[in-house]
């Protein structure tokens, strides 16, 4: 299909048709499967609940926290801006590992940039990998994982650089394409090879957490003959820092969910990866993020009750700081934020949920395991259509996101 191509060629401004009571603008940007209409920055939450391009208000998330700040959108390009509170170049105060991730993100950095979680939580977001619907079901793999992930990194730009290819996500690994494989993940490394003192990102599923000679390696799932390398101190700081998340990883079924890792490193002479900061996030095996098995439980009830939904982020919010655990997208007349409740809740917790519920432009409720979730909407979900011929000057009638490959 060559219409979002003129389209983008051509500069055409487009709207979406998902609500008749407000003009929201639509864009068509340009990635690696071909174009793709998306919404403007800041504008999801005014998108009607059935729209592809609706999005929970950052407000219930951590993403209120960084955004216009740590995170800054560039509403003429579409560009997204993003301050981190890592570097990504080796200098003399990184001669060995010093930090895992931010222990303490919402007093370390306060919004104005982004810890390692913070940043792939950012990526996981706006790959749209928090969004859910029923049709997804046995759809989303490493495959997909991957090319969302890099398509969401094609327009950010950190340290004055693109971020795109300071990004390495490891491609499924097929045996009769080995060689091609390798080849071009030599090529992805490219910047890290150039540099020993370059530091590259890389996102991938852990498969093995184990002893190497001078400490501790990572493995990752389709990179068997390329662990990621820790010293002896660096892994002892990890195995603190990230003990719950490991534990959630280590006490699922294999099929049941997978660990994401997430990590600045370098390349050493030997063409060994060296990590620096870290994060780990666990996913289920629809690969939503949670952080704790109350919240497993929580999208495993959504997900077999077939509903639709958008999983909230914590970025850098402090753990203390209650968030809306997912928002549902399938009820009326509005969004319905639903708020975990645990029996060990404090009344300073209690207090700064009751805040969150505040927030306007959903409804809220609160959950605990064994309770149902609010009914969903009695009709389907609704599906804009492209319509032909096309028409430049009136690229408005475009009213969802569409895929050119």
């Known amino acids: 299909m060559e219409v979002l191509a003129r389209a983008h060629a051509s500069h055409s401004p487009a709207h ?28 999801g939450a005014q998108h009607d609940t059935r729209c ?12 209120g926290q960084v955004q216009g700040n740590a995170v800054k959108d560039d509403p003429e390009t579409g560009d997204v801006h993003l301050k981190l509170a890592f570097p990504l170049k080796r200098g003399a105060a990184r001669a060995a590992p010093a930090a895992i991730t931010n222990d303490t993100p919402a007093l370390k950095h306060n919004g104005r940039k982004l810890s390692m979680r913070g940043l792939l939580h950012i990526l996981w977001n706006k790959a749209e990998l928090t969004h859910w619907y029923p049709r997804m079901s046995g759809k989303r793999n490493w495959f997909i994982v991957r090319r969302e992930l890099l398509e969401a990194a094609e327009n950010c730009f950190a340290k004055g650089a693109a971020l795109g290819p300071r990004l390495f996500v490891p491609e499924k690994f097929r045996f009769d394409d080995r060689t091609g494989i390798a080849g071009r993940r030599h090529t992805a490394l490219t910047p890290a090879r150039l540099s020993p003192d370059t530091m590259m990102i890389v996102v991938g599923e852990v498969k093995t957490i184990g002893e190497s000679r001078y400490g501790e390696a990572i493995g990752l799932k389709h990179l068997a003959d390329w662990p990621l390398y820790m010293d002896i101190d660096t ?21 049941e969910g997978h660990l994401i890792l997430a990590a600045s490193f370098s390349l050493r002479q030997s063409g060994a990866a060296e990590m620096f900061d870290i994060a780990l996030m666990p ?10 098995a109350i919240e497993r439980e929580l999208l495993r009830v959504a997900v077999s009750d077939r509903r639709s939904f958008v999983k ?56 605990r395991p064994g309770m149902p979730l609010p009914g969903p909407r009695t009709t389907e979900r609704q599906t804009a259509t492209i319509t032909e011929p096309f028409d430049p000057a009136s690229f408005d009638q475009f009213a969802r996101p569409a895929l050119v490959m």
């Open 283 to 292: 996913v289920t095996r629809e690969w939503l993020p949670y952080e704790n």
């Open 312 to 367: 909230g982020l914590r970025v850098d919010l402090n753990a203390s700081r209650p968030i809306a655990n997912i928002t549902l997208t399938d009820t009326d007349p509005q969004a319905v934020a639903v708020n975990l409740v645990t029996e060990d809740d404090t009344d300073a917790a209690e207090a700064a949920r009751a805040v969150l519920i505040a927030t306007a432009g959903v409804d809220h409720c609160s959950w």
């Open 235 to 255: 892994a002892k700081r990890f195995h603190r820092r990230f003990a719950a998340e490991e534990h959630l990883w280590r006490s699922s079924a294999e099929d």
């Open 16 to 43: 979406c048709l998902c609500r008749s009571d407000r003009e929201l603008p639509l864009y068509v940007t340009k990635r690696q499967s071909g174009f793709v209409l998306a919404r403007w920055p800041g504008s």
């Open 52 to 63: 592809d391009h609706y999005d929970a208000p950052d407000d219930l998330t951590g993403l």
